[in-house]
């Protein structure tokens, strides 16, 4: 199957700092990816959708201004939490669609201190 | 709107015993339907799919199989490992909502020696 990878696989930062995370498809071009969120012991969130070319959607909830996506390619999606703060902790997973599949990164753990 | 309803854990069964993880969905149209498994730290992998009402979908000892009267896809395994400890999400995917996916809220398992 199509392979995701996910830098860092974990990262640890100040209260108010900026972390970027990518998301890479390794061996397929992704127009879409999609980035989500998973809390300790419970389901995936979706956040947004990352969309080559144009402006991610976001889901309900979700400030777009904190969570910046960039997919400035069609095998690069970039999530930055800005001015992260320790409730942003938390399990961030991308992933990418071929259709009717989705593949996942291994996620990337972001701890805030 | 489409949705799936899994099987709450956690589950706790000792090794070579049956597993069943009952999911159950909601969907206007015809959807794909998955098993994905996470294993401590890491992103989701696909386990398995069926795309189409009477499927089987199988991997390493583990189906499911699509069940359009009763809306279902359970996953099972005759004998599970300790290797087997992990959480499993069901999912469905359908082209009528853009392919997005919709998760489970996902069922722990711990195999016992």
């Known amino acids: 199957g199509a392979v995701v990878s996910q830098h860092p696989s974990r990262v640890i930062c100040k209260s108010g700092t900026s972390v970027k995370i990518e998301c890479r498809s390794l061996d397929f071009q992704a127009t879409t990816m999609f980035w989500y969120r998973q809390f300790p012991k419970q389901s995936l969130m979706l956040m947004a959708t990352s969309n080559e070319g144009s402006k991610a959607t976001y889901e309900q909830g979700v400030e777009k201004d904190k969570f910046l996506i960039n997919h400035a390619s069609l095998t690069l999606s970039t999530l930055t939490v800005t001015s992260a703060h320790p409730e942003d902790s938390s399990f961030y997973i991308c992933s990418a669609r071929v259709p009717p599949e989705q593949f996942f990164g291994p996620g990337t753990r972001l701890t805030v201190l | 709107g489409d949705s799936v309803t899994q099987m709450e854990g956690p589950v706790t069964l000792s090794e070579e015993a049956f597993l069943t993880i009952n999911c159950t969905y909601t969907?206007?149209?015809?959807?794909?339907l998955f098993w994905y498994v996470q294993y401590p730290g890491e992103g989701l992998q696909l386990l398995l799919k069926a795309t189409k009402a009477d499927d089987k979908g199988s991997n390493k000892g583990f189906e499911a199989t699509y069940r359009k009267e009763t809306t279902s896809f359970h996953l099972e395994k005759g004998s599970v490992q300790v290797s087997d400890s992990a959480v499993y999400f069901c999912?469905?995917?359908?082209?009528?909502?853009?392919?997005?996916?919709?998760f489970g809220t996902g069922t722990s398992l711990t195999v016992i020696p």
């Open positions: 969907a206007t149209g015809y959807p794909s």
């Open positions: 999912a469905l995917s359908s082209w009528n909502t853009g392919n997005q996916f919709y």
